[in-house]
């Protein structure tokens, strides 16, 4: 039996139905209305992030859970992943 080591470092693990932040894991509901319930309260959450508790860093973490079941959201996250990984790989080459 071979161990395989999971490189997913950001995103949603497609097996475990999981967000993967680095090492932090968080289950995502089974239900669909309640993953995009999540998602939009994140997103509104985040978009008033200038006022305590509530942060910035909840937009981007309420669009992975949205785009877990929206292609128009998956397609723009997926878009933002290469051109990210682009950029870092020519800055590491210099």
Do not use: Q, Y
């Amino acid at each position: 039996m071979t161990t395989r080591k999971n490189n997913m470092h950001f995103g949603i693990d497609p097996r475990t139905r999981e967000i993967v932040i680095g090492s932090f894991r968080l289950k995502l509901p089974e239900s669909r209305w309640l993953r995009t319930t999540i998602g939009v309260l994140l997103v509104c959450g985040g978009i008033l992030g200038f006022l305590p508790i509530l942060g910035f860093w909840m937009v981007p973490l309420g669009l992975l859970v949205l785009s877990h079941d929206s292609h128009v959201v998956r397609r723009l996250r997926r878009r933002f992943s290469v051109w990210w990984a682009t950029r870092k790989a020519r800055r590491d080459a210099r």
